[in-house]
């Protein structure tokens, strides 16, 4: 009965290749996010979404697109991938009025190669 | 200068201390200030969520909000082992979203026996 699911929890690949994370919630939230973590464990918001607006942050590459096929899920295509791209990275969700309250899924590791 | 500033540490002490995490920030239009816990290879979990300035307790755990001096802490009372994670402060202007929500960098606590 986890929250907040993510697959899948390691992604090891070449530079260059595109992939996907998916992210699953199941705690009927409106708004969902996308997290970096770098290795020096900075968290950065990548995006926010609710089923009616799309918030990018503007220090995001294009290259990075959430996909959003239902409410209870975020997914996060990343196209042309780089060194730089390697990092964990976190789906949350979270009620659309707290905002604050944000429930974490437990990472996806990615390293590039 | 970063938006906000956190000491990395590591920090320890022994089980029962009181422990003092603390953040900087440099935008004084930030509002919303929360504290999430976050065990190693797992995602944040908010541990506390304060708006504008003040204490708020809960349990073992206080936040405290200085506007005037741009300063907010965490206080552990009675530190157990459990406690051992990295404590990352995050805050924003407004309801936090993917424009405006910012962290710090984290403070890795280990709380020994």
């Known amino acids: 009965d986890t929250a907040v699911s993510q697959t899948p929890k390691y992604l090891v690949t070449q530079m260059g290749n595109d992939k996907s994370i998916k992210c699953e919630q199941n705690?009927?939230?409106?708004?969902m996010y996308w997290y970096k973590q770098d290795s020096k464990k900075f968290l950065k918001i990548m995006f926010s979404?609710?089923?009616?607006?799309?918030?990018i942050n503007e220090t995001v590459p294009n290259r990075f697109s959430p996909k959003s096929p239902d409410k209870a899920h975020l997914n996060l295509h990343i196209n042309s991938l780089e060194l730089g791209d390697s990092a964990v990275y976190f789906c949350a969700s979270s009620p659309i009025y707290e905002q604050e309250t944000q429930y974490f899924g437990p990472g996806t590791r990615l390293l590039v190669l | 200068q970063k938006e906000v500033e956190q000491d990395p540490g590591p920090l320890s002490v022994p089980e029962g201390a009181i422990v003092s995490l603390n953040c900087t920030y440099s935008n004084s239009a930030f509002q919303y200030f929360m504290w999430y816990r976050q065990y190693s290879r797992k995602g944040p979990e908010l541990l506390m969520y304060t708006y504008s300035s003040g204490n708020k307790e809960d349990g073992r755990f206080t936040a405290q909000v200085d506007k005037s001096s741009k300063y907010i802490s965490l206080f552990i009372r009675d530190s157990q082992p459990s406690d051992s994670a990295t404590y990352l402060c995050a805050m924003s202007v407004t309801r936090p979203g993917a424009n405006n929500l910012f962290f710090g960098t984290g403070t890795r606590l280990t709380v020994i026996p």
């Open positions: 705690l009927g939230h409106d708004t």
């Open positions: 979404y609710n089923n009616k607006e799309l918030i």
